[in-house]
């Protein structure tokens, strides 16, 4: 079993926050490398977070620096990804995705991926 669900989005004011969850199977948890895509429609998917398995060193990119974070609970077996100071330009499917690989952060590197969900922000 290696799954991958996303949830927790849905349509927030801008300035809002708003909380992704990743549930993971043992596997993927375990992954070397966890992290966060979006993709908006006509648009190529694109980086938001990674966050390294052993040292939860954490990687963001410079469109969301400061308002999203990125977190994992063991316990729960789960990845988050807190939203906050939400904008328009955020508003796409978010997926949550993992690699095998240490530092990974090229869409090819990640071999496994949820469903997404749809993350809409409004003016």
């Known amino acids: 079993q290696a799954h991958l669900v996303e949830s927790g989005g849905g349509l927030v004011q801008a300035g809002d926050s708003l909380r992704l969850t990743c549930a993971a199977s043992d596997r993927l948890f375990r992954a070397a490398t966890q992290a966060w895509f979006r993709q908006s429609p006509g648009k190529e998917r694109e980086l938001v977070a990674t966050?390294?398995?052993?040292?939860?060193?954490?990687y963001y990119a410079d469109s969301v620096e400061g308002r999203f974070t990125l977190s994992r609970d063991s316990t729960k077996r789960s990845v988050y990804l807190q939203m906050n100071s939400l904008k328009p330009e955020d508003t796409a499917v978010y997926y949550c995705?993992?690699?095998?690989?240490?530092?990974?952060?090229?869409?090819?590197?990640?071999?496994?991926w949820g469903q997404g969900t749809q993350v809409t922000v409004s003016s």
């Open positions: 966050i390294d398995y052993n040292s939860d060193s954490t």
């Open positions: 995705a993992a690699a095998g690989i240490r530092g990974a952060r090229r869409l090819e590197e990640f071999k496994f």
